[in-house]
């Protein structure tokens, strides 16, 4: 092993995370949020439909969890999400489906949960809508549509706080190797570009198990590389293959103010940096 290569097995499946619940729960509303935003610009005549089918797969999990001890902060948010609190039955559905998902039956502040949870209860309201989208309109025009959500949603985010390159990749291995969601390797090519190889995934594990798993890739992988290289941040990525299609994912990220399009490694060259 050299020193510009990095092995990180760190992945625990009962692995926690703290949330803050209030601000968790809008932001997992609050994509949906976005989403109806995006549709009634950009596809009006299909809002009202995707609508119906959303809540009718939301209900589901929405009418087992008793939502009394949430019922204030439920409210308080859905006034600042309009476009949900006017489309009634789906804004009374989406925090007790949230919850339910994270298996919190008491409000608190803060929570401890499972890290696998917390994705799921992120990852999978997502994954309904598109899974909604592919059903109704074809599986092209459903996975394109998503995408320009994606690419929306990216557009309207405020900007990254950090834009050292350097700082950048510190924090994420950190995080990642932290969270106990990850197993991985690193080699860095010089201080301005680097490969990670995961062999585990937490994020994969949240939707690898659903019945049309290959869409979870666009609700997390293909949203993670686009918000990176959508915006004015630092970092660039580039993967070839992930966790939902191989045995392995490739990602490749680099500084933009130093590199342009740098030439992807072989997976050969990514096969070899094993996670022992």
């Not at 932290?178 to 197993?183: A, F, Q």
Request: hydrophobic share 40%; net charge negative.
């Amino acid at each position: 092993m050299t020193p510009d290569y990095e092995i990180y097995k760190n992945y625990n499946p009962n692995a926690k995370r703290e949330i803050v619940v209030e601000d968790y729960l809008f932001g997992s509303a609050q994509r949906l949020e976005q989403m109806l935003e995006f549709l009634g610009a950009n596809k009006s005549e299909f809002l009202k439909t995707f609508i119906q089918e959303i809540s009718k797969k939301l209900s589901v999990n929405a009418k087992s969890m008793n939502i009394g001890q949430f019922a204030e902060l439920i409210e308080k948010q859905l006034q600042k999400l309009p476009l949900l609190k006017s489309h009634s039955p789906l804004g009374d559905l989406v925090f007790p489906f949230v919850l339910g998902e994270l298996n919190l039956a008491e409000f608190t502040e803060k929570a401890t949960v499972l890290h696998l949870e917390s994705e799921k209860g992120e990852n999978l309201l997502l994954y309904h809508a598109l899974k909604i989208m592919v059903d109704l309109l074809g599986r092209e025009e459903g996975i394109q549509l998503y995408k320009g959500f994606v690419d929306y949603r990216i557009k309207n985010s405020p900007p990254r706080e950090v834009d050292d390159f350097r700082v950048a990749r510190v924090s994420w291995i950190k995080g990642m190797a932290d969270s106990g969601g990850y197993e991985f390797a690193i080699y860095d090519f010089d201080e301005s570009k680097f490969l990670g190889r995961f062999d585990k995934c937490v994020v994969y594990d949240s939707l690898k198990d659903m019945e049309d798993a290959a869409l979870g890739y666009y609700v997390t992988c293909y949203a993670g590389s686009t918000g990176c290289n959508l915006s004015d941040w630092c970092v660039r990525m580039r993967r070839t293959q992930t966790l939902f299609t191989a045995d392995f994912c490739d990602e490749l990220y680099w500084d933009r103010h130093v590199y342009n399009e740098p030439e992807q490694p072989s997976l050969d060259f990514t096969r070899k940096l094993v996670v022992e």
